[in-house]
């Protein structure tokens, strides 16, 4: 188990500058550098403890940033979209449709009915109540 102390602190920096970063352009080779591993190696060994790629990690942290966002109020879609480093309006809302099965703007309206009591409505009142999220298991 020793062997694998160095590969999930590793991991552990790489996360935690992701989570530092979310703002900014990141790449692979920063991460890297920032888990103190080679690119290669680095992506191998995030991929073994996450299950997913680095890439494929930083967006779906950026997407569950993005769901806070919306759900604070006030931000607009555009704003968001470059605040978190898509490429554009339009490649953020694909990868928040491809990750939540709706898109922005009607998470931002199903949150706001929530925050407005729509909630306690009927359900035979309410249009799109089932609820949206992101998943991805992190290290132990």
């Not at 920032?34 to 290669?40: I, K």
């Not at 890439?55 to 605040?83: F, K, N, P, V």
């Not at 449709?97 to 703007?105: D, I, L, Q, S």
């Not at 925050?115 to 298991?137: F, I, N």
Request: charged share 20%.
């Amino acid at each position: 188990m020793q062997t694998q102390a160095p590969r999930v602190r590793a991991v552990a920096r790489a996360m935690q500058y992701i989570d530092t970063h979310l703002y900014e352009p990141v790449s692979v080779a920063h991460l890297a550098q920032a888990a103190c591993l080679s690119r290669f190696h680095f992506a191998r060994v995030f991929r073994d403890a996450v299950g997913a790629s680095p890439m494929e990690y930083l967006r779906h942290r950026r997407l569950e940033r993005a769901q806070a966002m919306l759900r604070e109020g006030r931000h607009t879609i555009s704003q968001i979209a470059t605040d978190l480093c898509f490429f554009d309006q339009s490649h953020f809302v694909r990868s928040f449709r491809n990750a939540t099965g709706c898109t922005p703007a009607r998470f931002a309206a199903q949150t706001a009915m929530e925050t407005c009591g729509a909630a306690h409505m009927p359900s035979s009142q309410r249009r799109g109540d089932e609820s949206v999220s992101l998943s991805m298991e992190q290290p132990a």
